[in-house]
């Protein structure tokens, strides 16, 4: 039994110097542009959309916001992650966020009446990413989770969110908003994605790593 014991113990002190080894800190992240990031997409589970009388919920479910995260991964040199968040490289790969996006009811996608676009706060944020296992997944990941996409305001907002992939912990996420434009569901609301890392860009990295030390 103590032989058991010993080697018990052995193995628990490997794993967690494994899970030491592999987790990234923010400090680690702003100040090197080689901790591997990769952009995990958008996700829409707990969004909703005001003031759209043209919108149809189950085709914005089941088509819109895969385009939205699509067309956002298509198109690097607009929305430049690299040049946002000070990387040498990034990777994407939003089949986690497709995979929840596609379970999402439909019927409660759309809502009129009282509009009340600040639903989520910083505990929502932790309980939707331990929705998710990462598995094999290292360095840091950028995941955006939509709150409100409001036609009325022409304004969406959403929590930019930075997560320690080994270990599945929330770094760190900030409420942003910005201005869609644009012809088509896709276009329109993928514009405040444009929008925000072009705010992170100009200012909110700087302010993020300042925080970081």
């Given at each position: 039994m103590k032989h058991v014991s010993k080697w018990l113990f052995?193995?628990?002190l490997l794993f967690m110097g494994t899970q030491s080894a592999s987790a990234q800190t923010l400090k680690e992240f702003f100040n090197s542009s080689?901790?591997?990031?990769t952009y995990l997409g958008v996700?829409?589970?707990h969004a909703k959309v005001f003031n759209d009388i043209a919108a149809n919920a189950m085709d914005i479910r089941d088509r819109q916001f895969a385009a939205i995260n699509q067309v956002i991964v298509n198109e690097p040199k607009k929305y430049d992650f690299q040049k946002a968040l000070s990387k040498s490289s990034v990777t994407n790969d939003i089949s986690f966020v497709n995979a929840k996006n596609a379970k999402i009811d439909a019927?409660?996608?759309?809502e009129s009446g009282e509009v009340k676009?600040?639903?989520?706060?910083k505990s929502t944020i932790e309980s939707i990413i331990k929705g998710y296992q990462?598995?094999?997944k290292k360095g840091i990941g950028l995941m955006f989770i939509m709150e409100s996409m409001n036609k009325a305001s022409a304004t969406a907002s959403m929590y930019v969110t930075f997560v320690d992939l080994a270990s599945g912990?929330?770094?760190?996420?900030e409420r942003m908003t910005a201005k869609a434009a644009g012809f088509g569901f896709r276009n329109?609301?993928?514009?405040?994605?444009?929008e925000v890392l072009d705010d992170i860009r100009k200012s909110k990295y700087k302010q993020w790593k300042a925080t970081a030390g």
């Open positions: 052995a193995a628990m080689e901790v591997p990031l996700d829409f589970t019927e409660k996608i759309i676009e600040e639903r989520l706060n990462f598995t094999g912990k929330v770094l760190l996420t329109y609301w993928a514009k405040t994605i444009y």
